[in-house]
T-cell receptor, first 109, second 116 residues
Framework: DAKTTQPNSMESNEEEPVHLPCNHSTISGTDYIHWYRQLPSQGPEYVIHGLTSNVNNRMASLAIAEDRKSSTLILHRATLRDAAVYYCILSAGANNLFFGTGTRLTVIP | DARVTQTPRHKVTEMGQEVTMRCQPILGHNTVFWYRQTMMQGLELLAYFRNRAPLDDSGMPKDRFSAEMPDATLATLKIQPSEPRDSAVYFC??????????????FGPGTRLTVL
């Protein structure tokens, strides 16, 4: 499986935008980019996914570089509830997801 | 609000005892996953089923772990005999796999297992 590289941790002020980066230089043409997050003491939850084009949903936006070697998850206005570990995952399907260590996001009131 | 349920939420047992964890997937989902999460290893996929048939259990220690789906509403993960190194949070997730459908995984709240 292609690997992803994420910063171990990031901080953001409440109500400000957050840009969570992910590098995936060995991505293959069939790999989707999936983002999940895990709130404290909960199971992971799906955030967003994309293949080539930028994607938006009610939770976040996903910006994918033109060469697909990196992507950025954008939370438009961070809230305290967004404090979580964010996982960037590559997979051709949505079955075999390797979660890695993710980025721990701290939101400062 | 449909969600994956897992029982028990917490389990403390002694080494050598049998442990059974249960999962009720979301109605209509045809794929069920079992994961294990520890501080050292992070979140690992143990096994997954589609339409109740095991598709991949390569992540599961075969000698003591077994996973089954007796019916579409119940998945079980059994450890026999349990060992202290099995202490972890075990998550079940379910999703729908179909042509053209994105198989988003919905996770349950997990079972926290402590083996003394």
């Amino acid at each position: 499986d292609a690997k992803t590289t994420q910063p171990n941790s990031m901080e953001s002020n409440e109500e400000e935008p957050v840009h969570l980066p992910c590098n995936h230089s060995t991505i293959s043409g069939t790999d989707y980019i999936h983002w999940y997050r895990q709130l404290p003491s909960q199971g992971p939850e799906y955030v967003i996914h994309g293949l080539t084009s930028n994607v938006n949903n009610r939770m976040a936006s996903l910006a994918i570089a033109e060469d697909r070697k990196s992507s950025t998850l954008i939370l438009h206005r961070a809230t305290l509830r967004d404090a979580a570990v964010y996982y960037c995952i590559l997979s051709a399907g949505a079955n075999n997801l390797f979660f890695g260590t993710g980025t721990r996001l701290t939101v400062i009131p | 609000d449909a969600r994956v349920t897992q029982t028990p939420r917490h389990k403390v047992t002694e080494m050598g005892q049998e442990v059974t964890m249960r999962c009720q997937p979301i109605l209509g989902h045809n794929t069920v996953f079992w994961y294990r999460q520890t501080m050292m290893q992070g979140l690992e996929l143990l096994a997954y089923f589609r339409n109740r048939a095991p598709l991949d259990d390569s992540g599961m220690p075969k000698d003591r772990f077994s996973a089954e789906m007796p019916d579409a509403t119940l998945a079980t993960l059994k450890i026999q005999p349990s060992e202290p190194r099995d202490s972890a949070v075990y998550f079940c997730a379910s999703g729908f796999y179909g042509l053209g459908a994105y198989n988003e995984q919905f996770f349950g709240p997990g079972t926290r297992l402590t083996v003394l």
